[in-house]
């Protein structure tokens, strides 16, 4: 599975940004396809996560409400839709992909990972 992540760019404090993650190369394999950041200094921590079939979601805390994760799995695409963005969402925003585990939901087991796109969000 081949990721890559999009959408990414300079927004200011309260607007709104969409993601875009497209999956190619052998995507019937794709258990759940997760979003995560890493802030300058910080380590690489989970934002959301989408189940391929069912489209079950899960969020951290510290973007529910805010965030909305969706699929087209026609596109082969995962979505995060940020909205009422924050300075402390500035990150480089990562997809990755899981073909299975029980822990998916909680950003663990994902071996297959796109290239990052910059979110920088102004005060």
């Known amino acids: 599975v081949q990721l890559q992540a999009s959408g990414g760019g300079l927004e200011q404090a309260g607007g709104s940004l969409r993601l875009s993650c497209a999956a190619s190369?052998?995507?019937?394999?794709?258990?759940?396809v997760g979003w995560f950041r890493q802030a300058p200094g910080e380590e690489r921590e989970f934002v959301a996560a989408i189940s391929w079939i069912g489209g079950t979601t899960y969020y951290a805390d510290s973007v529910k409400g805010r965030v909305t994760i969706s699929r087209d799995t026609a596109k082969n695409t995962v979505y995060l839709q940020m909205n009422s963005l924050k300075p402390e969402d500035t990150a480089v925003y990562y997809c990755?992909?899981?073909?299975?585990?029980?822990?998916?939901?909680?950003?663990?087991?994902?071996?297959?990972w796109g290239q990052g796109t910059q979110v920088t969000v102004s005060s």
């Open positions: 190369g052998y995507t019937f394999s794709t258990y759940a």
């Open positions: 990755a992909a899981t073909t299975g585990g029980s822990n998916w939901y909680k950003g663990l087991g994902y071996g297959y």
